[in-house]
Each structure stands twice: as structure tokens, then as C-alpha cells.
């Protein structure tokens, strides 16, 4: 009995050390996980989290570029964009528009390449090569590129419709038709991301559902709505929140194709916050912009998820 307790007291000691030794070898791989994330950290706090702290402040404050006092003036400035006509019958309603056709029309026509790409042909490699494209061309090339092509005296769509003896707009200097030539560039540029992420997710796909609905005759109008979209569902609805986020704070192709022109007709969300920045130099008023924007796009970001969660199922 006695050696059968000096065992057992021996076997606890031996697991103490070995307790500490895992918990040392635990606490070191933390301090080193730590290590790792802690160079990004920093550099997320220093140029992402510290300009936006120092942006809300500066919204409260009367911080105009070429008279910086810095007077705390509280809500003046959030009064005076929100009583902003502009702002409020122009730029909203231009982003939104924006976001709505955008976002529609990208997942229209993503859906339906991801689809015949999907099918496969004999020259489906080119087709995807082709398709993809735009994604690899930086939004301001695509936008001055598509700026020359619908040039009113010299752009390659007037010269086409001149040879069929039709009409030539000038694009740009009409609200509605500069408003088009900004939504058809955007939806240009961001197809092929739908494409992508949708021929995934149809690539991932079960085919048991398929064979049965082949064995049961069914046409491929009802398999597509009945089979294939339900259950890329959690796709669609994550491309399309995250692409109406993005959407939201478009710039560069509204800057370089009309610039908030005609007459600041086309303006939207990002632009307004630019030109009262930097073209009005009014670095508090602009941030005041900054931050009602932020609000409303987190308001219908959360609104648009729970829609697309209730309704398609994104978190099931």
C-alpha cells in the first residue's frame, strides 16, 4: 500500500511540471499569434481608425482649410447638410439609384455568364478570358476609356450610331444620359465579380438535385428557379450586400466621367464629400457629410442583410 502511494504521489508531481510546461507552451504561442496580427493592427489603427476619430471631431468643429480655428460649433454642420436641398433631393437620391441599377443589373448579367460558362463549350476558356477583363483594368483607366467612347464629337458609339443614320446625343452633358453612361460603366466593371463568385457557387453545387429534376422532365426555365437559385441563395444575397456597400461610395468613375455634371445633377454621395472637402475647403463640413453617409449606409446596409437573410435564407 505504501509503494502504491508513493506512485501516486510521484504521478502528481510529474503533472504539475507538465500542467506548467503546457501552459507555457499555450502563453507563448498567444504572445506569438499576438506578433503576428500586431504589425497590421497598428497600421489599420494609425491610418484607418485615427482619421476617422479625427474626422468626427473635426465635424463639430468650424475647421475650414484656409482658416482652421477649430471653434466647437456642435451640429451646426450636420444642420446645414441636412437642410442641404442638393444633398437631400440630388445626391441621395443619385446614390441609391445608383446602388439599385448597379447592383441589379450586375447580378442580371453575372448570373447569366455564370451560367453559360458554366454549361461549357468548345471556346469556353477564351469566353472566360474575355469576360473577365474588366476586373483586371483599374476603374480610372475603364472610366476614361469609356469617357472617350461616348464623346459627343469624336466617341466611337456616336461615330457607329452616325453610320446607321440615327441620332448623337451628347451623352455627357444631359443629366439622364451621363446618368446611364455612369450606371453602364459600373456595371461593366463589376459583371465579371458577380460572374466569378456565382460560377463558384454553382461549381460547389450538389448534382443529385439536377439528375432527379432531368429524370422528372423538367425544362430548364423551372430548374433554374425551382432548383439552381434557391439554393445559391446565401450567394447571391452575400454578393449583393457587400456589392451595395460598395456601391454606395462609388467615386472614381463619377469623377472622372462627368464629375457630379451637369450642373451637379449627377452627383452622389462621394462626390458631395469631395467637393465640400476639397473644392469648397471646408474640411468640417465635409466630415460632417462623412459621417451622416457612414449612418445612413450602416442603417441600409443592416436593413438590406435582414431583408436578404428573411427572405433567402443567407444565414441557414
Known sequence: MATIAGDRQTASRGAIP???????????????????????????LLFQVVPIFIGMD??????????????WVGLEHYRYVLSDTNFLFTVLPNTFLLMVASVSLSLALG?????????????????????????????????????????????????????LGLGQPAWLADRWYAFGVIVFTD?????????????AG????????????????????????HITVPMLRPVIGVCVVIRAIDCF??????????????ARSTEVFSIYVYME????????????????????IMVAGLALYALINRFMDVSR
Open 18 to 44: 507538465a500542467t506548467r510546461r503546457r501552459s507555457r507552451l499555450m502563453g507563448e504561442r498567444l504572445y506569438f499569434q499576438i506578433g503576428l496580427i500586431l504589425p497590421s493592427v497598428l497600421v489599420l
Open 202 to 225: 454553382l461549381k460547389s453545387l450538389p448534382k443529385e438535385p439536377f439528375e432527379a429534376a432531368a429524370l422528372d422532365a423538367a425544362g430548364r426555365w423551372r430548374v433554374f428557379t
Open 249 to 262: 461610395r462609388t467615386f472614381d468613375q463619377v469623377w472622372l466621367l462627368t464629375g457630379g455634371g451637369p
Open 111 to 163: 448570373m447569366a455568364v455564370a451560367l453559360l460558362l458554366h454549361r461549357g463549350f468548345a471556346a469556353q476558356r477564351l469566353v472566360q478570358t474575355v469576360v473577365l477583363l474588366p476586373l483586371m483594368i483599374g476603374p480610372v483607366i475603364s472610366s476614361t476609356m469609356m469617357r472617350w467612347t461616348f464623346n459627343d464629337q469624336f466617341g466611337v458609339v456616336n461615330a457607329f450610331l452616325g453610320w
Open 58 to 71: 473635426a465635424s463639430f468643429r468650424r475647421w475650414s482649410l484656409y482658416d482652421p480655428d477649430k471653434t
Open 277 to 296: 472637402a476639397f473644392q469648397n475647403l471646408n474640411f468640417a463640413r465635409g466630415s460632417a457629410a462623412a459621417v451622416i453617409g457612414t449612418l445612413i
Open 187 to 199: 456595371v461593366w466593371l463589376w459583371t465579371p465579380w458577380f460572374a466569378l463568385l456565382l460560377l
